[in-house]
């Protein structure tokens, strides 16, 4: 086990109906969830070869025959059963700082241009920053690290509005945290931001 470097993958269990939703509203249920596991393999993709250990959190059941591996440096969680997503990252996070863990980042399996250099980046920028964000093109991020758990990121937050990254920074000026913005993403919610990748690779997506 790294015991420095941890990077938390938030996931939805691919189930038809369940995922996607926004984006099914407009192509389908089974297209949205063709989709979605299409995203789970390439974020595995992604982060399968980095130097650090991944915790990969699912969203209702641990699936031991899915596409993650079962052994080190990936291991299997189950988000906290709060329906609250500030709820559930905070578990996540204290889980991780309570096991040891130094740098500590978190994403979820919707950002379709977030590639392995970006994640490298993220961490290399906890090496001289407090945190680090990267914010998504709906006011969201996609991205959160940090190297000590800070309960206040995951408190009075209206998740999945536009106000969650501009309240997440001010959060980090409140506490005089020094911090690093990655670039803007898009988070694939809809059918307008699944027309933001390219038209080759979106079919690729669907099959």
């Not at 996070?93 to 399996?109: K, L, P, Q, R």
């Not at 990121?153 to 997440?168: E, G, L, M, Q, Y």
């Amino acid at each position: 086990m790294n015991k420095k470097r941890l990077l938390i993958i938030f996931v939805k269990n691919p189930e038809l109906g369940k995922c996607k939703t926004r984006l099914a509203a407009t192509i389908g249920d089974e297209k949205a969830l063709v989709f979605y596991k299409n995203m789970l393999q390439k974020t595995k993709e992604e982060v399968e070869e980095l130097a650090f250990d991944k915790a990969v959190y699912y969203s209702s059941f641990i699936d031991k025959d899915d596409l993650w591996p079962n052994n080190p440096p990936f291991y299997k969680h189950i988000q906290n059963s709060n329906p609250d997503l500030g709820v559930k990252m905070q578990s996540a996070f204290e889980d991780a700082f309570n096991n040891g863990y130094e740098s500590v980042c978190i994403m979820g399996s919707d950002c379709y241009s977030l590639n392995k250099e970006t994640l490298e980046s993220a961490f290399l920028a906890l090496e001289h920053k407090d945190v680090v964000l990267g914010p998504s093109n709906d006011g969201g991020y996609y991205l959160l690290g940090m190297n000590k758990f800070y309960k206040e990121f995951f408190h009075n937050k209206r998740w999945s509005t536009d106000t969650v990254a501009p309240d997440t920074i001010l959060d980090f000026k409140n506490l005089n945290l020094s911090h690093q913005l990655l670039n803007e993403l898009v988070d694939i919610d809809n059918e307008e931001d699944f027309n933001t990748i390219p038209e080759e690779e979106r079919n690729k997506l669907l099959i």
